[in-house]
């Protein structure tokens, strides 16, 4: 069974500028929740979607949207990139909500913004 | 706002100690805890789901025991080995946000060969 995957694994962009990170969850999975680690910070959750609705948002400004599709794959935007948006974003997903469901986690983006 | 503390921060061992890590949590409205074991380079990955006061589980030379009353739970590791080397993450769970995992910062063991 392929693992959760995420694109791209590194990013370098530019302070102003938007960008779009994907996660495909693991086959069956229909929750994705997104989480950004900062030097210093432990992992920050950003939101959850489960069936394509947002259900749980972090404590992040606008600036920071996501989606999820039909087959379940996820995407989060930041616009207006800021430097301490530089960061390693995880996505992780989990079969149901639940409390004894784990969460499977992707590799990560690295975002740089410079 | 929802403090999840761990300690210590970092721990350096011999290969062939024990040692263990503490994780505090809010004892009201727990729904769940996860430890996660994150080594460098590599995702996270679960060790522990916790729902009941008490639950003890064991998962190898590893395991880990709950008390939602007082709001904390204790990793264990057996007879460290270096591949033990890793930051181990706990993520508490309220009964509002069933889907919204809260991270501690972590204890980072590194065991010395």
Same mark, same amino acid.
């Given at each position: 069974?392929?693992?959760? !995957? #995420?694109?791209?694994?590194?990013?370098?962009?530019? %302070?102003?500028?938007?960008?779009?990170? $994907?996660? *495909?969850?693991?086959?069956?999975?229909?929750?994705?929740?997104?989480?950004?680690?900062?030097?210093?910070?432990?992992?920050?959750?950003?939101?959850?979607?489960?069936?394509? !609705? #947002?259900?749980?948002?972090?404590?992040?400004?606008? %600036?920071?949207?996501?989606?999820?599709? $039909?087959? *379940?794959?996820?995407?989060?935007?930041?616009?207006?990139?800021?430097?301490?948006?530089?960061?390693?974003?995880?996505?992780?997903?989990?079969?149901?909500?639940?409390?004894?469901?784990?969460?499977?986690?992707?590799?990560?983006?690295?975002?740089?913004?410079? | 706002?929802?403090?999840?503390?761990?300690?210590?921060?970092?721990?350096?061992?011999?290969?062939?100690?024990?040692?263990?890590?503490?994780?505090?949590?809010?004892?009201?409205?727990?729904?769940?805890?996860?430890?996660?074991?994150?080594?460098?380079?590599?995702?996270?990955?679960?060790?522990?789901?916790?729902?009941?006061?008490?639950?003890?589980?064991?998962?190898?030379?590893?395991?880990?025991?709950?008390?939602?009353?007082?709001?904390?739970?204790?990793?264990?590791?057996?007879?460290?080995?270096?591949?033990?080397?890793?930051?181990?993450?706990?993520?508490?769970?309220?009964?509002?946000?069933?889907?919204?995992?809260?991270?501690?910062?972590?204890?980072?063991?590194?065991?010395?060969?």
């Amino acid at each position: 069974k392929a693992g959760v !995957t #995420q694109t791209p694994r590194y990013l370098i962009k530019t %302070r102003g500028q938007q960008v779009t990170l $994907s996660c *495909s969850p693991i086959s069956g999975h229909r929750s994705v929740s997104w989480y950004q680690q900062t030097p210093g910070q432990g992992l920050q959750f950003l939101f959850e979607y489960f069936s394509e !609705t #947002q259900r749980n948002k972090g404590n992040f400004p606008g %600036r920071f949207s996501g989606r999820q599709f $039909s087959n *379940s794959r996820s995407e989060m935007n930041v616009s207006t990139l800021e430097l301490g948006d530089s960061a390693l974003y995880l996505c992780a997903s989990s079969s149901h909500r639940g409390r004894d469901i784990e969460q499977y986690f992707g590799p990560g983006t690295r975002l740089t913004v410079t | 706002i929802l403090n999840v503390e761990q300690s210590p921060q970092s721990l350096h061992v011999q290969e062939g100690d024990s040692t263990n890590f503490t994780c505090s949590f809010p004892s009201s409205n727990f729904y769940a805890l996860h430890w996660y074991r994150w080594e460098t380079a590599k995702s996270p990955e679960a060790l522990f789901v916790m729902t009941l006061n008490g639950d003890e589980k064991k998962k190898g030379r590893i395991s880990a025991t709950l008390n939602t009353k007082e709001g904390y739970s204790y990793l264990y590791i057996k007879g460290s080995q270096p591949e033990d080397s890793a930051t181990y993450l706990c993520a508490f769970i309220g009964s509002s946000n069933t889907g919204k995992l809260i991270f501690g910062q972590g204890t980072t063991l590194q065991v010395k060969p």
